[in-house]
């Protein structure tokens, strides 16, 4: 059974950091091809970080220099660190494991004051 299991959001002020975390279970972690994905709502999934099964990374422009995507195949894990979290990067953030598009549950990250 597969499962992607994200942690770490919450509720963070304008400026603030947070650290999303995303445990995979059931499949070949170190040759998944795994990205974070958001969803605010009224709008569509859209991709902010990839990285390969070689750590070669993809950023969406709105997030450049600001998040961060990194992977520990010791622990099956990928991570999305985000920094200088602005108001309209509140969403559900989502993990998702290639080529066999396996998604995880979601975590809710709110940035307000």
């Known amino acids: 059974q597969v499962q992607l299991v994200e942690s770490g959001g919450g509720l963070v002020q304008p400026g603030g950091s947070l650290r999303l975390s995303c445990e995979v279970s059931?499949?070949?972690?170190?040759?998944?091809?795994m990205a974070w994905y958001r969803q605010a709502p009224g709008k569509q999934r859209d991709l902010v970080a990839s990285?390969?099964?070689?750590?070669?990374?993809n950023y969406a422009d709105s997030v450049k220099g600001r998040f961060t995507i990194s992977r520990d195949n010791a622990k099956n894990t990928v991570y999305l660190q985000m920094n200088s979290l602005k108001p309209e990067d509140t969403a559900v953030y989502y993990c998702?494991?290639?080529?066999?598009?396996?998604w995880g549950q979601g975590t809710q990250v709110t940035v307000s004051s």
């Open positions: 990285i390969t099964r070689f750590g070669i990374t």
């Open positions: 059931g499949i070949i972690f170190s040759v998944a091809h």
């Open positions: 998702n494991a290639a080529p066999n598009n396996y």
